[in-house]
């Protein structure tokens, strides 16, 4: 007798997350094990108000469509899984006889769907991570976090040679990027150096280091009696030594971080330094064109496995990406992991990856390898900033003091 299975995607999206649907879907039509294959609407609340889409039978070209674009075609987004909730997922689940469920998600979505493995026995419970923060323990890295990075080298390398071009009149540019409490996403910013060799050192504040404000002024005074421009990267999470958050603002009665680099620019125009913000903003997660081809492939290849670990008879299970980079062979597995040691827990950038001055080689080697190429452009970006820097060597900037 076939099965009923369903999927939800929530949280966040991500450029890749429709290609990992688009995977479980490919996986499920091949296995021939389901009657019903479903998808509930806008994440966690599809769940509770029982809201679906039929998603068998879909053509290939959906579902070679699905795997290029960005956002959450069932809709994705936050809704609070209260106990009250939790009881009516259970019984959307048994009404529509759904044996098999799939969410994909952050560590939010993987502490819903443990809570709902405990509550649903009779159902299995499988994730899938995505995320742009990167921030999910039991995965080397989660889907859409490669796009996302790449995004941000490619917009911070652009950043960079504008400010380089505009130093007689703008001194410091301050550059907020997403991660919410951890700064894998600003770490990202790392990739721009490696095709601008001898650029004036980038300042990077992440979540990980309490940051302090007078510490910051000095260090930027420093720096500009060295070098006529600074470039600046924050995480939009950064805290002080209390914990509190630099910057936030609501929206729907939910705080969120953001605003720390248009915040920190101000008090820099104030000090006297000419001085912008630039916030790159949802582009992170939602371009199409600077995707990372292995980011989109690793998405594609989870979603598959989903419905391989699932004829398995696993549940209350992650996947996740080994450390080992994944060929895609027939044979290939994903690790898999309990979803109660993911679930609601966040994974900070190691130590190890972390310097007094900013991030060490060690993670942009890292990126690198698991991006599998290069930023775009990117010896073109090399010749323009040689050329550029002859300008500096052989008519030398005043750096006296302010």
Known sequence: MKANIAIVQAGGPTSVLNASL??????AASSERYHHVLGFCNGIEGLIKNQVMHLEG?????????????????GAGRYPLTPER??????????????QLVLVGGNGTMWAADQIAEACPDVQVVGIPKTVDNDLWGTDHSPGYLSAAKFIGEAVRSLALDLWAMRNFERVRVVEVMGRNVGWLAAAGSLAQTSLPDYPPLHFYLPEHPFELEKFFTKVDEHLH??????????????????????EFEIGRCKVP???????????RNRGIPSRSEVLGILQRANTWSVCERDRQEAIFLGKQAIGV????????MLGLPAETVDFAEDSKAQWVDLKSVAGLERPVAPCYLTESGIDPSFTAWL????????????????VWKL?????SSNPVNRQSR
Do not use: T, W, Y
């Open 258 to 268: 953001g605003g720390a680099a248009q915040m920190l620019s101000s008090e820099l």
């Open 310 to 317: 699932l004829g398995q008879g696993k549940s209350k299970v």
């Open 388 to 392: 550029a820097a002859e300008q500096l």
């Open 368 to 383: 690198q390898n698991k991006m599998g190429e290069p930023l775009a452009e990117a010896n073109s970006a090399l010749q």
């Open 22 to 27: 688009a995977g479980f879907l490919e996986a």
């Open 86 to 99: 939790l009881s009516k997922v259970c019984c959307n689940l048994q009404l529509r006889e759904i044996s």
């Open 226 to 247: 060295r070098h006529p421009c600074l470039l600046v990267i924050v995480s939009e999470g950064i805290r002080l030594a209390d914990g509190s958050p630099v910057a």
């Open 58 to 74: 879909l053509s290939k070209a959906r579902l070679d469509a699905l795997k290029s674009q960005p956002g959450a075609v069932l």
